[in-house]
C-alpha cells in the first residue's frame, strides 16, 4: 500500500496494557485506586504549599510546580486508558490520539527539566545556604520554571511533529495503552531510523545529561544532606530510571509488554507516589498538614 502519513486517519485502536481481557477489569480497578490517589495526594500538597505561610519557599514552590505536573501528566492518559479498560471500544479519535502525543511528551519532558531545577535549588540551599534566598529570589524560581515548562514544550512540538510525518501504510492498531512517540514510531512503515536518533538524541539530553548532573551534585553533599535530598533522589530514580528504559533502550532488545509496563509506570505510579514520597520523609510538610487539619477542625467545632 502507498504511505500515507498519519494526518489521513479517522482515529486510532489502542491494543491497551495486556492481551489478556479478562484482566481488564482487574488492571481498571487498581488503575482507578492509584489515578485518585495521585489526585488527591498533589492536591493536598499544592494547598499545603500554599495556604501555610512557612512553606512559601522556592523549595515548595517547586514542589507545586511537580505536583500540578503530575496532575496533568496523569490526567493526559489515564482517563482514556480507563475509558478502554471499562469497555469494548478501544478507539481514540485522531485528535484525542494527536493532543495526547503532544501534552503527554511536553510534561514529560518538562518534569525531566524540573527535577534538574529541584536539584540546583537543593544544592545552593546546602552548599550556599548564607546566600540561598539572595541567589533563589522569586525572579529567578519563575523564570527557571518557565524554562522547565517551556523547554518541554519545545520539544514536544519538534519531536511529535517529526513523528507525525511518518508513513503508515494503513496501520492503525497502537500496541499501547495511549498515543506516545515510541508506539507510533514502530507503527510507521517506511525508515524511522532518523527519527529514533532523534528521539534516542532528545531523551539523551532530557534524562541521562539531567541525571548525570543530579548524582555529581548530590555526591559533593550526600553526607551532610542526605535527608534533604533523599525524598528527591528517590523521585530522580524512578522517573529517570523507567524514562531511559522506555526511551533510550533498542525496541527489539525489549518486550512489548514489557514496554507497556514501563510507560505504565512513569504515567500511573510516579504521579502517585511523589507525593508520597515528599510527604513521609518530609517533618515540614506533614506539620504544615497537621496545622491545616487543626484549623479546620477547630472551625468545625466552634460553628
Not at 102 to 114: K, P
Request: glycine content about 8%.
Amino acid at each position: 500500500m502507498g504511505g500515507t502519513n498519519m494526518s489521513s486517519f479517522k482515529g486510532f485502536i489502542l491494543k491497551g496494557v495486556s492481551d489478556h481481557p479478562q484482566l481488564e477489569m482487574i488492571f481498571f480497578v487498581v488503575i482507578l485506586f492509584s489515578y485518585l490517589l495521585t489526585l488527591m495526594g498533589n492536591v493536598t500538597i499544592i494547598l499545603i504549599s500554599r495556604l501555610d505561610a512557612r512553606l512559601h519557599t522556592p523549595m515548595y514552590f517547586f514542589l507545586s510546580n511537580l505536583s500540578s505536573l503530575d496532575l496533568a501528566f496523569t490526567t493526559s492518559s489515564v482517563p482514556q486508558m480507563l475509558m478502554n479498560l471499562w469497555g469494548p471500544d478501544k478507539t481514540i479519535s485522531y485528535g484525542g490520539c494527536i493532543t495526547q502525543l503532544y501534552v503527554f511528551f511536553w510534561l514529560g519532558a518538562t518534569e525531566a527539566i524540573l527535577l534538574l531545577v529541584m536539584a540546583f535549588d537543593r544544592y545552593i540551599a546546602i552548599c550556599r545556604p548564607l546566600h540561598y534566598m539572595t541567589i533563589m529570589n522569586p525572579r529567578l524560581c519563575w523564570q527557571l520554571a518557565a524554562i522547565a515548562w517551556l523547554g518541554g514544550l519545545g520539544n514536544s512540538l519538534i519531536q511529535s511533529t517529526f513523528t507525525l510525518q511518518l508513513p503508515l501504510c494503513g496501520h492503525q492498531e497502537v500496541d499501547n495503552f495511549l498515543c506516545e512517540v515510541p508506539a507510533l514510531i514502530k507503527l510507521a512503515c517506511g525508515d524511522t531510523n532518523l527519527n529514533q536518533v532523534l528521539l534516542n538524541g532528545v531523551c539523551v539530553f532530557f534524562t541521562a545529561v539531567p541525571l548525570s548532573i543530579i548524582l555529581i551534585s548530590y555526591g559533593c553533599i550526600a553526607r551532610a544532606a542526605f535527608n534533604t535530598c533523599g525524598s528527591h533522589l528517590i523521585v530522580v530514580f524512578l522517573f529517570y530510571g523507567s524514562a531511559i528504559y522506555a526511551y533510550l533502550l533498542p525496541a527489539k532488545s525489549s518486550s512489548q509488554d514489557r514496554g507497556k509496563f514501563i510507560s505504565l509506570f512513569y504515567s500511573v505510579v510516579t504521579p502517585m507516589v511523589n507525593p508520597l514520597i515528599y510527604t513521609l520523609r518530609n517533618k515540614e510538610v506533614k506539620g504544615a498538614l497537621r496545622r491545616l487539619l487543626g484549623k479546620s477542625m477547630g472551625k468545625s467545632v466552634i460553628s
